[in-house]
């Protein structure tokens, strides 16, 4: 099992940037792949960012494409999401997650554990 806490958010301008910290508990925490995952009022969580154990895959949502990235040390038993040229519908809590399954997924109802969440507000 692994206890996941988000931290980092906060309210930027457009244009602005901000890094997303998950940091895990446990021992295993290579074991799993990782995601990042936002929900904006009124909407449906949605997928953001994924990368595998090794850190050497990943994937983006075409909405961050190019503008965000995601990184993982397991050493420090931590994942980043490092956001760039933010935009005001980028607005949401930032939820990130681990999946044991294999490689990398997009989809909510396959990953394992979650975090609790951390705002991020982009103001016009």
């Known amino acids: 099992q692994v206890q996941l806490v988000e931290s980092g958010g906060g309210l930027v301008q457009a244009g602005g940037s901000l890094r997303l910290i998950c940091a895990a508990s446990?021992?295993?925490?290579?074991?799993?792949?990782m995601g990042w995952f936002r929900q904006a009022p009124g909407k449906e969580r949605e997928f953001v960012a994924a990368?595998?154990?090794?850190?050497?895959?990943?994937n983006y949502a075409d909405s961050v494409k190019g503008r965000f990235i995601i990184s993982r040390d397991n050493a420090k038993n931590t994942v980043y999401l490092q956001m760039n040229s933010l935009k005001p519908e980028d607005t949401a809590v930032y939820y990130c997650?681990?999946?044991?399954?294999?490689?990398?997924?997009?989809?909510?109802?396959?990953?394992?554990?979650w975090g609790q969440g951390t705002q991020v507000t982009v103001s016009s």
């Open positions: 997650a681990a999946y044991t399954g294999p490689v990398i997924s997009s989809l909510s109802r396959e990953y394992n554990y």
């Open positions: 446990g021992r295993t925490f290579s074991s799993y792949a």
């Open positions: 990368i595998s154990r090794s850190g050497s895959i990943t």
